[in-house]
C-alpha cells in the first residue's frame, strides 16, 4: 500500500505569479470548488492508498502543492526542498518540521542548491531516479542527489517555462512505460528519454500536455488525471491501464494538478 502526503487547500489561493500558468489567475481561484475538487481526489486516493495530512499554514498557499516539500528517497529518509521563490521558501521550515516530528532522517542540500523536491525527482519502475532541472531545481542538484543516493540519477533539461517541473512533462508509470511531452525536454533530454524507454514511451499530444496529463498519479492500474484525450485513453487503456479524471481546474490556475497535489512517502 503506498502512503502519500496531502495537505488540505484551507489557505490555497493565487496571490503571486511564479510560473506562466498563475499569470492572471490572481485572485481567481474559487474556493469553495477548489476545496471540492482536492476532497474528490483525497477520497479517490485513500481509497487506494494511505493518505497523511501536513497542516495547512496561512500565507503559503502553494503548500497544497506538497510534492514540492522534499524527495522521500528510502524508507524515512528525505531530502527537504530548498525553494526557488522567496513565496515558496518558509515552506521548508514546515515541511521539515513535518519529517522531523514523524522520525524522519531529514537532509538539505547544501550551500544554496535549489531543489524542489518530488516535483523535479521521480522514480521509475526499475527504480531510476529522473531528475528536471532549468526552472526550479539547480542541475548541480542532480550531482548532489547522485552522491546522496549512491544510485543512477538521470538529468533531464526542462526547456519550457511552462513546463517548470519535471511533473508537469513526465510521468512514470507502474507498467514500465512513461507518459512524456517532448516540447518540455531540451532535445538532448527527449533523446535520453528515448534511449531509456524506447517503445514504452507515451508522447504526449499538445493538448493533452495542457491538460496536465503527466501530471497523473499512477497507483497500480489506475492512472489519475485531470483530463485525456480518447486517444491517450485507450493508448493507456492497451497498456492495461484505467484512466480516472477529476476536475482539477482550480489548482491548474496555479499551474499543478493530482500528481502535485501529493507526495510519495
Ligand atoms: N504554484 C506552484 C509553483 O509554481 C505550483 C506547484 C506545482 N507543483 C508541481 N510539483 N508541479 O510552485
Not at 485507450?234 to 476536475?247: F, K, M, P, S, T
Amino acid at each position: 500500500m503506498q502512503t502519500f502526503l496531502m495537505c488540505e487547500p484551507r489557505h490555497y489561493e493565487v496571490n503571486y505569479v511564479i510560473n506562466p500558468w498563475m499569470a492572471g489567475n490572481e485572485g481567481c481561484v474559487d474556493k469553495v470548488l477548489a476545496a471540492r475538487q482536492w476532497q474528490t481526489l483525497y477520497d479517490v486516493l485513500a481509497a487506494r492508498a494511505t493518505i497523511r495530512l501536513i497542516e495547512p499554514v496561512a500565507g503559503l498557499p502553494d503548500m497544497v502543492f506538497t510534492a514540492n516539500g522534499g524527495l522521500v528517497y528510502r524508507d524515512r529518509e528525505v531530502i527537504v526542498s530548498s525553494f526557488r521563490h522567496t513565496e515558496r521558501q518558509p515552506e521548508s521550515q514546515h515541511f521539515g518540521k513535518y519529517f522531523t516530528d514523524n522520525g524522519y532522517r531529514v537532509r538539505r542540500l547544501d550551500g544554496g542548491v535549489r531543489f524542489e523536491g518530488a516535483g523535479d525527482a521521480l522514480y521509475d519502475v526499475q527504480g531510476r531516479l529522473w531528475f528536471g532541472y532549468g526552472h526550479r531545481s539547480d542541475a548541480k542538484a542532480g550531482v548532489e542527489l547522485a552522491r546522496i543516493l549512491g544510485g543512477s540519477v538521470i538529468a533531464l533539461e526542462l526547456a519550457d517555462p511552462r513546463w517548470y517541473h519535471l511533473d508537469t512533462a513526465f510521468c512514470p508509470l507502474a507498467n514500465g512505460h512513461v507518459l512524456a511531452y517532448a516540447p518540455a525536454f531540451s532535445r538532448d533530454s527527449v533523446g535520453q528519454i528515448r534511449a531509456a524507454f524506447g517503445e514504452r514511451v507515451i508522447w504526449a499530444t499538445d493538448a493533452d500536455a495542457h491538460n496536465f496529463v503527466c501530471n497523473a498519479v499512477n497507483i497500480g492500474a489506475d492512472v489519475i488525471l485531470h483530463r485525456a484525450s480518447d486517444a491517450l485513453k485507450a493508448a493507456l487503456y492497451r497498456h492495461g491501464c484505467n484512466v480516472i479524471e477529476l476536475d482539477m481546474s482550480e489548482f491548474m490556475k496555479a499551474g499543478g494538478s493530482c500528481k502535485c497535489l501529493t507526495l510519495a512517502l
